[in-house]
């Protein structure tokens, strides 16, 4: 699966470069996601901006991000939402549950402004 991760101070980032996310690579993302945490990341921004369809496999692999963030007490920050995936998000009603923001700048700015409280 073509992504990139880029390890920063305060999260980590994880960039899908793909216009699918779906049955045929989500695992590999949920692996992935998996492996950083068990580097002992806490926080892990995922930016889904060439992301343009996302089916159900796609958003088990963001729910499992968000759970092991919330288990390591850190933050899982979901961004760059495509309208037809920020549909099916609202649809399945996870934007009451995932911190979502338009870009990965506005996640950083959240992730400071948290750290500081």
């Known amino acids: 699966m073509a992504f990139e991760i880029r390890k920063n ?5 994880v ?4 216009d699918r ?3 045929n ?3 590999d993302l949920k692996s992935e996601l998996v492996v950083i945490n068990n580097n002992g990341e806490k926080n892990i921004v995922l930016d889904l901006s060439s992301v343009a369809y996302c089916d159900s496999s796609g958003l088990r692999s963001v729910l499992v991000a968000n759970r092991l963030c919330e288990d390591a007490i850190g933050t899982f920050i979901l961004c760059g939402l ?3 995936v ?14 979502i923001t338009d870009t990965v ?3 950083e700015e959240l992730l400071e402004k948290k750290e500081n409280l």
């Open 25 to 27: 690579n989500a695992p």
């Open 15 to 18: 960039k899908v470069n793909t």
């Open 105 to 107: 700048k506005q996640a």
């Open 82 to 84: 495509q309208p037809d």
């Open 9 to 13: 101070e305060k999260y980590t980032l």
């Open 86 to 99: 920020e549909n099916l998000v609202k649809i399945s009603m996870l934007h009451t549950v995932l911190l």
């Open 21 to 23: 996310l779906d049955t």
